[in-house]
């Protein structure tokens, strides 16, 4: 069963320019994009910045409208993880309001909601104490944990990560990614996984896409696409990157 279908996907943004911003033209960031993630997979999405790839994100999740194509989304619960925590965490909120906030939309008790902080502070690894400070007491790592265990707390079906642990120095993100892994195989979610970093989409996906120019230039699952890549920008991709096997 998939749970995501994109089939023919374009968009494209005007070009401004001059003290009027007159309209001068478009920018085409996807261009025929289609792509299927079955249920329960990680699936890649990698490429250079400007590739289309955060776009192709937004159109999925209902942010940015196609301008054509169809976006089939069997997931009834979704959520997103920012590549930047702390512009996603509201300053003025304490952790604990922070996390409650999608659960009270649903219209959970505060006995439930009590119970799930508890157990979402165990599962994302930081104190109970935590629930009482605010997003600029944390480090940026810890502050990610914050944001996925926001996005786990809802029960999504499909969560979009959207380079997560790119504003990470290394060792914190190894962490972070470990704790996706974890969240993913407790819950069955499906993961469309954003990054331009090789060595993190490797680590993460069952399946890779690696765009270029809005387009697709090749998809396939990980091992393959890996170890022996048909398309010469992908072979470029890789030749750009250590051989850093992925630990487990």
């Given at each position: 069963m998939n749970m995501l279908e994109c089939r023919n996907i374009s968009k494209s943004f005007p070009i401004k320019r001059g003290y009027l911003q007159e309209e001068a033209g478009s920018l085409k960031a996807l261009d025929g994009v289609s792509l299927s993630i079955g249920k329960g997979e990680v699936f890649g999405l990698v490429g250079e910045s400007g590739c289309g790839k955060t776009?192709?994100?937004k159109v999925v999740l209902g942010i940015l409208p196609p301008d054509g194509g169809t976006v089939e989304l069997a997931a009834k619960r979704t959520q997103v993880v920012f590549q930047d925590p702390f512009n996603s965490l509201d300053p003025r909120m304490r952790v604990s309001d922070i996390l409650?906030?999608?659960l009270a939309l649903q219209g959970a008790s505060g006995g439930a909601i009590r119970k799930k902080l508890d157990d979402i502070t165990d599962l994302i690894r930081l104190p109970k104490s935590a629930l009482t400070k605010y997003p600029h007491q944390f480090s940026g790592g810890e502050r990610q944990r914050i944001a996925i265990g926001r996005a786990v707390l809802t029960d999504p079906e499909f969560i979009v990560c959207d380079e997560p642990v790119s504003s990470l120095d290394v060792t914190i993100q190894l962490q972070i990614l470990r704790l996706l892994k974890d969240v993913r195989e407790r819950f069955g979610m499906t993961y469309l996984f954003i990054s331009h970093d090789l060595r993190v989409i490797r680590f993460m996906c069952d399946r890779v896409a690696v765009m270029r120019g809005?387009?697709?230039v090749e998809e396939g699952p990980a091992a393959?696409?890996?170890?022996n890549p048909s398309d010469p920008y992908t072979r470029q991709l890789l030749s750009s990157i250590l051989e850093v096997r992925p630990k487990t």
């Open positions: 776009t192709l994100g409650a906030e999608g809005g387009r697709i393959r696409v890996y170890s």
